[in-house]
């Protein structure tokens, strides 16, 4: 069964401070993906970042950053400098390896708010 | 950029009435899914659909779900008797091939309430 946990339900950080949203994931495959989505006040989802689980490369994109951690089943996110636009919900999510469509299975969001 | 077109953005329904939530997938997709969030809650998935039929549906996707491709270009979800509890943000989402390899692009939503 596949899990996925992001146990900070909501964060405030004031702007230009960095931010981390943890993420914890469960799975019994070895064979594996995880995924970073953006859901902003007017509610689309936006993907951010796809990693597999053979790619354990930390990666940077301008202000965000990822830390892949196989041993401890981590994906965390890291904002630095963050901005009053970066305040949006965002899910850590799941997706196995299988044959024809796969799905993703979600966390439950961490909520973050960056005050001006 | 292609993105995955929904409609209605909002719909507001009478309890027991049937519901037809439309998507439109980016054209070279192959993958098609739904997805549910209650208000405030994760993301939950419904059903995943390649060739024809579904590939994948999760418990949520009962009996009073159902979704069809009617065309080349339409992806909808039908819900047949709504009830309250269906109150909710629905997803659509489509991939180029598996979504764990190609990635998939949601659409904006289609806010439902049932009254």
């Known amino acids: 069964a596949q899990k996925v946990t992001q146990a900070q339900t909501e964060i405030s950080v004031v702007e230009k401070e960095d931010v981390t949203l943890d993420c914890v994931y469960e799975?019994?495959?070895?064979?594996?993906?995880l995924f970073w989505y953006k859901q902003p006040p007017s509610g689309e989802l936006v993907f951010l970042i796809r990693?597999?689980?053979?790619?354990?490369q930390n990666e940077i994109s301008g202000r965000y950053s990822w830390n892949f951690q196989k041993s401890t089943s981590s994906f965390n996110f890291t904002i630095t400098a963050s901005q009053v636009v970066d305040s949006a919900v965002y899910f850590c999510?799941?997706?196995?390896?299988?044959?024809?469509?796969?799905?993703?299975?979600f966390g439950t969001g961490t909520r973050l708010t960056v005050i001006p | 950029e292609p993105e995955v077109t929904q409609t209605p953005s909002h719909q507001v329904t009478q309890m027991g009435q049937e519901v037809i939530l439309r998507c439109v997938p980016i054209?070279?997709?192959?993958?098609f899914y739904w997805y549910r969030q209650i208000l405030g809650q994760k993301v939950e998935f419904l059903v995943s659909?390649?060739?024809?039929?579904?590939?994948?549906k999760s418990e949520i996707f009962d009996d009073q779900f159902s979704v069809e491709r009617p065309d080349g270009s339409n992806f909808t979800l039908k819900i047949r008797s709504t009830k309250l509890e269906d109150s909710a943000m629905y997803f659509c989402?489509?991939?180029?091939?598996?979504?764990?390899?190609?990635?998939?692009?949601f659409g904006s939503g289609t806010r439902l309430t049932v009254v």
């Open positions: 999510a799941l997706s196995k390896r299988q044959t024809g469509a796969n799905n993703l299975f």
């Open positions: 990693r597999n689980s053979f790619d354990e």
């Open positions: 989402a489509s991939s180029e091939g598996r979504g764990f390899t190609y990635g998939y692009t």
């Open positions: 054209s070279n997709h192959l993958y």
């Open positions: 799975t019994r495959d070895t064979t594996y993906y």
């Open positions: 659909f390649y060739n024809n039929e579904i590939s994948e």
